[in-house]
């Protein structure tokens, strides 16, 4: 069995992040949300993995590389751009061959992994196995609608008027039969070939579809609230552990992660937060569920509920919540400016300045 990862979208929800790099490298605990997924896949035993990639390929193969360190093989396959999750399938046909395969889109989080689910298919081999949560906003997702028994009859992608509130999570499992599907279909209205119209094709076709639907969490970690929301979930497994330097005049409470090489100075830092390599905190105040990556700066400030990317500084600055700052972004208080009303006022005037 095989692994195909998509890693080409451009993630326009995350802009401005995503202009300068790939959506899939944005970190969750310091960790590229990528990287939670290839994990995943190795503790399945899946070993020999396609990476789908388009405009930002050379940052996606220089971080994961020839995939030796998730114990598995990777071979890159590039996507010109982004046309729909089965047109990733079919560009990947050779590779994939005439192998089961399971998808996994790169932006994905699922906590608990899914190792049960590919378990599972190994065991009964559908030619299609469905991911499935419960969403208040089905409108947004690939949908899926149910029988009475729980087989899967139809499935629409962003429908206007969902049949049903589950979402297709992304995560997939196929047979070699999904090639003959990508095959047949056309593009839909958005111009992109639709996962969710081969699958419809295979269900139309008698063959075997079935779904799993979970309980447990799953994101799709496509804009800010949901990155800060991961990153939340992640951080309240960390371990409190120190390789840094923190000197007698700061204090670490809760699980706090200080990595190699950062210091923290005259601070507190409240956890579960995670401090970077080589990151140096002065004067401030870290609160809980906050990420700061590799070499970053923040002084005489405070920080809570938050990303802050490698090489970022914060300087001065009274308050950054529920934030996702870039890498090398430089953050500073604005300078002072005395407080004055200008006023032309004709003749009787009354006026009041509350001051």
């Known amino acids: 069995m095989k692994a195909l990862v998509l890693a080409g979208g451009t993630g326009t929800r995350l802009r401005p992040i995503t202009h300068t790099s ?12 990528l990287f939670y997924g290839l994990e995943a896949i190795a503790e399945t035993g899946i070993t020999d993995v396609g990476i789908v990639v388009g405009d930002t390929a050379s940052e996606i193969t220089a971080a994961v590389g020839d995939g030796s360190k998730f114990g598995m ?8 751009e982004p046309l729909g999750l089965a047109h990733a399938v079919l560009i990947s046909r050779d590779f994939l061959a005439e192998d089961d395969f399971i998808m996994y889109l790169g932006d994905n989080f699922v906590v608990g992994g899914v190792e049960d689910l590919v378990r599972e298919f190994r065991a009964a081999r559908p030619d299609a196995h469905l991911l499935l949560t419960r969403v208040p906003d089905p409108q947004s997702f690939g949908v899926a609608e149910l029988s009475a028994s729980g087989q899967v009859r139809g499935l629409e992608e962003k429908p206007a008027h969902p049949k049903s509130d589950l979402a297709l999570v992304g995560v997939y499992l196929f047979s070699p039969a999904i090639h003959e599907a990508v095959a047949a279909i056309t593009p839909s209205s958005r111009g992109e070939l639709e996962i969710t119209d081969a699958v419809q094709w295979l269900i139309d076709a008698g063959r075997d579809v079935r779904s799993t ?7 799709d970690t496509g804009n800010v609230t949901d990155m800060l929301e991961v990153n939340r979930l992640v951080l309240e497994t960390t371990e409190p552990y120190c390789d840094g330097l923190v000197d007698e005049q700061s204090d670490l409470i809760g699980r706090v992660r ?14 579960p ?24 700066v923040v002084e005489d400030s405070e920080v809570e509920f938050s990303i802050v990317l490698r090489g970022a500084s914060i300087t001065g600055v009274r308050r950054i919540e529920a934030s996702l700052i870039g890498r090398h972004v430089q953050v500073t208080s604005a300078p002072r400016v005395p407080h004055a009303h200008r006023l032309v006022l004709g003749d009787h005037s009354r006026a009041q300045i509350s001051s």
């Open 22 to 33: 790939a959506k899939q490298l944005v970190p969750v605990a310091n960790k590229p949300v």
């Open 73 to 80: 093989k990777v071979s890159y396959i590039p996507q010109s």
């Open 273 to 296: 937060a995670v401090i970077g390599a080589g990151t140096v905190v002065t004067n401030s105040y870290v609160g809980p569920f906050t990420s700061l990556a590799e070499d970053c």
């Open 213 to 219: 639907l979970i309980t447990g969490y799953w994101k």
């Open 258 to 271: 200080v990595e190699r090489g950062a210091e923290v100075h005259n601070s507190r830092v409240m956890g």
